[in-house]
């Protein structure tokens, strides 16, 4: 018994010992803290890779992130540029179009100049070091990370096969427009005699591949371009480590705080003060409701819509907090109905919305002025979605010009632009006639999308300026030197002290469309002047544009 | 809390609440019916609903075919593969009772997979066999016939099997297999017959709901899985046993949503649900507390 009891004691002592030793944590904290410093310190774990020549599988395209034995992220590369192709023999086809023309020969067209630098801006201060530029005469070499003497692999990671939650109608899609973009310059030259290819890996919407996903790509592509994954908001502990510059879709806000991630369309938080000020200094209702979906991105844009409103002297009567997955927005529609605003703002998904417009419709009722909503309700395709009801009294904002009806002649300058045309063509080049219907319209349209072939573009004039000597910190800072012209109606800019935020907002413009009803008895969107700005003296605004100010 | 509330806004709520609870109800008359034939909570029943739900959309808008045959067919195709999923439960009946559960849940994985291979990639939302036009103004808010048509099969279904449960000898035998299934199966019940009989039943019920659910609330998997947790929580008060005490539930779960989301009670974001998960609790606690007397209770 009593050796019993002193064995009790043994144990208990030592519990006590490993808890404590536990929870002091002190050592081991100690130590990942100088693991990190010292990783810091010595050179990037991909700078041996950089080396030319120094690991032939870097260099060789297929190898890329298409490891065996891992279904949880597979890469595959649509892109790959092959011999014939490899020649600007497709010039006189790319130039069978004024825009082809344009683009290949960097001759502006009237109001664009798509993928070159616009004028400097008072908002966007050079980087720290200098600007890299280009050795003329220098032989290519394998001079970083994705480089070799003949070609730049990028990489893009998307969520394709997450079945319901935006893959095949948006991340698929993305995927096509990236590829496109890469052929077009691909067959117009190329970026300083080097082809890009494309890699891709699908992580299926879920975030654990996609950190797999980026453990393949890091090593093996030189940059990342716009992609459709939740990764963009966790990812931020490994870009500036691993320096890999990702020109981002800019859906999270943490996108922007992130010195290695170069944000691609404006995300909620953005919108939201654009479409409030907007609404304020245009509409001007007394009352506004706002619905928006119970998620941090779209609470945000809630309360950043509320101060601005609020400080425009507008009352925000009624809020509703939609859930993505509600079956019936009926008694949303009755909070609204007895708030009885002038105005609706919505900050939210498309599926909650278009239940809230079937539901108001039944009620017959709608706000005297009408609804303003965010992106995802102006994307083309979705007009059968929310109904007749949606025709004329609901405005969109957008990060970049849609193309609509010729007899739109608002919406030249930012719509029907010739960079639109050339993606459009190039769009259908590449796959074919079904971008007729339904995917065309959707990926030539929508922001994000239209961000993929925009910021690829860009990838490859900021890699042209480095010339043999492409290297990923090059890259970030050039693409931080100066404001680039989308050419299909917006402006970017990343500063280099921050690419975050409201006083350096990388987009210098938006666009407001109305649904409207199409000649065929179908759905149109129609530009809606003046356009929301978020600071007239920081972008490429053009002069004759119609635009409201947001200081 | 309550904040100048109209008799009309809060009439309309409890209308609105009404009709909300009826799409849960008609999502938990298929859950009570294959649990009561052999105690197995049938997660397979979203995937049942999507599934018929895809059958009535293809048939009636891709293939043109009249509301009345995509509804039949659709219904059919719910009942084949609820007998499916009741001949499976045949061969499992050793297995525990959760396992057989998580089974099922994998036949709506797999179905929710066959649907969104056949429906487009974007949201469609089935034409309603009652019409999409027409209905009435109650105070503040508008009754469809959609919902009015919704409504009114609930309430049949739920006498309907009801009466057969309580009232016929198909329904003795379904109680008694139950109650003991071994002891039924030495009196010369048809066991198989009878399992596979009601989970048929359950399925055509699922496909039904799915059927008249989706015009409302779009027929997407992820949505009608969340319509079915609500309809699980509405049927609990009956202890998953009693097709009126679900109905029952399955409204005051949507009654306490519809008047909390309705603006006359401001909760703040996301809890909005609360009221509904108070009904929730309350019925988890009353069912197993009570659960002996209401396995009794054959309405």
Known sequence: MALRRRWSYVALFSTLAMLGAACSGGSSKEASKKADNTQAASPAPNASSSTPSADPSAATPTTAAAAPGSPAATPSSPSTPAAGSSTPANKSAASNTPAGKQAASNTPAPGAKPGTAAAPTPHAPGPAGAVPSATPGKANYASDVGVSADTIRIGTINMTSATRSLGPALAGVQEQNLDAAVKYINRSGGVSGRKLQLVTCDDGGDIARGRACYEKLKDNVFALVPSLTWLTDVIHDRLPKDKVPWLSWGWFKSEYEDPWMFPCHANGMREASQVADWTAKVLKPATVGIMYLNVSEDIAAKDVATKQLKAAGIKVVETVAQEWDSPDESQHVLAMRTANPDFILSFSWPAPVAKFMHDASTQHWQPKLGFAANHLTGDPGYGPIFGEYIKDKTYTITSWGVPTDPSDTDNAEGGNTAEQQLLRDELIRTNGREYQGFKWRYAGYHHITQSGWVCTRILAKAAEQMGADLTRDGQKKVLESKAWDSGIGSTLYWNAADHNANQNYSYNREFIYKWISAKDGGWDLKRILPDPVFDCKSGNIPAAAKTICNS | ?299
Not at chain 2, 142 to 154: A, K, L, P
């Open chain 2, 1 to 299: 809390m309550v904040i100048g509330v109209t008799a009309a806004v809060f009439e309309s709520a409890v209308i609105i609440g009404i009709f909300t609870g009826t799409i849960y109800a008609m999502m938990a008359l298929g859950i009570v019916a294959s649990f009561r034939i052999n105690r197995v909570v049938n997660l397979g029943i979203p995937g049942l609903a999507v599934f018929g739900a895809t059958v009535y959309f293809e048939m009636s808008n891709v293939w043109g075919a009249p509301v009345l045959v995509a509804l039949l067919g659709g219904v059919a195709v719910g009942a084949l593969f609820g007998a499916i999923l009741g001949l499976c439960n045949l061969k499992m009946t050793a297995w525990p009772r959760g396992f057989v559960m998580i089974f099922t849940l994998t036949a709506s994985l797999f179905l929710f997979g066959w649907s969104d291979k056949i429906l487009p990639p974007i949201q469609v939302s089935p034409a309603s066999p009652f019409g999409d036009s027409g209905g009435f103004k109650v105070a503040l808010t508008y009754v469809s016939n959609h919902q009015i048509g919704t409504f009114i099969t609930c309430i049949l279904v739920t006498l309907l099997m009801g009466f057969v449960v309580s009232k016929t000898r198909i329904g003795i035998y379904v109680r008694a297999i139950y109650d003991d299934g071994d002891s039924a199966a030495t009196l010369g019940i048809p066991l198989g017959y009878f399992v596979v009989g009601v989970w048929a039943v359950a399925g055509a019920l699922a496909a039904l709901a799915g059927i008249l659910v989706s015009p409302r609330v779009t027929l997407d998997p992820y949505l009608i899985l969340f319509v079915t947790i609500w309809a699980l929580a509405g049927s609990i008060l009956g202890g998953l046993e009693s097709f009126g005490i679900a109905f029952v539930g399955s409204i005051l779960v949507g009654l306490s949503q519809g008047i909390l989301g309705g603006g006359i009670i401001h909760l703040g974001p996301g809890l909005e649900n609360l009221g509904a998960i108070a009904v929730v609790a309350i019925a988890v606690f009353y069912a197993g507390v009570k659960r002996r007397d209401l396995a009794h209770i054959q309405t």
